[in-house]
């Protein structure tokens, strides 16, 4: 498997763990938070509870006016608490959005960097195939929308080719010789294989697509250097 | 005769103060919204505060008032000078 191929999908799958660590950190960070407020803020009987106390510890306040008095300052505190229910209220609706926000703001962040990963990738290889279309019955293929017109040979060389990049296999000069024959790999020539292969080759643009797209690995056979997800067979 | 009537007399006076009304004054509350007073009752049982408690507990219950402290229990001699503090809570339990 080509190495840029691996380091894009390890990047990937890096950045994606980082975002769900992330992610899962403002979370909780802000439930605890909205936590926090909820259960430290007083409720309205914290006002009356004290009032109360302050009603016992003081054994001469018995006055009429007095109770009067205390007595709204209790009713004054209750209202202050409901002002603090709608404070909470709007509180956790603005944490809420808060986390929807930072959420956002991450996921964009390494997607950003995820992508400028990858474009440096591109830069450097120069030439990414994005698609590939392979037409049986026009004998074309289309590499990022770009046709070629292939021989018969050529195009079923190119469709074993992508049919075993699509399984992850490997494929060598006999077993390409084989599977476009009909006949069994082992009674193949591995040099009639190679002859397929350098005819399609050929046919696309020799070096350039050897490093591109018909790449060979030494000792284990020939491969598509692309990701299989691009691959199409129509 | 006289030897007799000196510890009569005494008797009658020690069971008259054991007779004497027994009042308390207390401190009650009510939830929601928070309502307070302060009142004067009468005592039936033990002229202690820990009796009061128990008693004025159970009879402002009906009202729904909680008894936070019972303050003192006194004679009624203490009686008037709690009267203007005490308002509609004066001997109303």
């Known amino acids: 498997m080509p190495a840029t191929t691996i380091s894009a999908i390890e990047a990937?799958?890096?950045?994606?763990?980082?975002?769900?660590?992330?992610?899962?950190?403002?979370?909780?960070?802000?439930?605890?938070?909205?936590?926090?407020?909820?259960?430290?803020?007083?409720?309205?009987?914290?006002?009356?509870?004290?009032?109360?106390?302050?009603?016992?510890?003081?054994?001469?306040?018995?006055?009429q006016a007095e109770l009067r008095l205390l007595e709204i300052l209790a009713q004054s505190g209750t209202a202050f608490a409901d002002t603090l229910a709608g404070y909470r209220m709007v509180i956790t609706v603005l944490l809420?959005?808060?986390?929807?926000?930072?959420?956002?703001?991450?996921?964009?962040?390494?997607?950003?960097?995820?992508?400028?990963?990858?474009?440096?990738?591109?830069?450097?290889?120069?030439?990414q195939v994005n698609s590939l279309i392979l037409s049986r019955e026009e004998k074309t293929v289309y590499l990022n929308n770009m046709a070629f017109k292939l021989t018969e040979a050529a195009i079923e060389t190119l469709g074993v080719l992508a049919e075993a990049r699509m399984d992850d296999e490997m494929l060598n000069g006999a077993e390409i010789e084989g599977m476009i024959s009909g006949r069994n790999a082992a009674d193949c020539d591995e040099a009639s294989g190679a002859t397929r292969i350098k005819r399609l080759r050929d046919a696309l643009g020799n070096q350039l697509m050897t490093e591109l797209l018909v790449k060979n690995i030494a000792r284990k056979g020939y491969v598509l250097a692309i990701d299989k997800s691009v691959i199409q067979i129509v | 005769m006289k030897h007799v009537i000196a510890p009569l007399t005494l008797l009658i006076f020690i069971a008259g103060s054991a007779n004497a009304a027994c009042y308390a004054d207390y401190k009650a509350k009510r939830d929601a919204p928070l309502r307070l007073h302060y009142g004067v009752s009468q005592i039936n049982?033990?002229?202690?505060?820990?009796?009061?408690?128990?008693?004025?507990?159970?009879?402002?219950?009906?009202?729904?008032?909680?008894?936070?402290?019972?303050?003192?229990?006194?004679?009624?001699?203490?009686?008037?000078?709690?009267r203007g503090n005490a308002g509609d809570y004066y001997l109303r339990y």
């Open chain 1, 96 to 127: 809420v959005f808060a986390t929807a926000m930072l959420v956002a703001a991450v996921a964009a962040l390494v997607m950003l960097v995820l992508l400028n990963r990858r474009m440096a990738q591109i830069e450097h290889s120069g030439i």
């Open chain 2, 45 to 82: 049982g033990d002229c202690t505060v820990a009796n009061a408690q128990s008693e004025l507990t159970d009879r402002i219950a009906s009202d729904k008032w909680e008894l936070l402290a019972v303050l003192s229990v006194f004679d009624e001699n203490g009686l008037e000078e709690r």
């Open chain 1, 12 to 63: 990937r799958r890096t950045g994606t763990r980082f975002v769900l660590l992330c992610i899962g950190a403002i979370i909780a960070i802000l439930l605890i938070a909205t936590a926090f407020l909820l259960f430290t803020l007083p409720d309205a009987n914290a006002f009356n509870a004290r009032v109360e106390q302050v009603f016992i510890e003081n054994s001469d306040l018995t006055g």
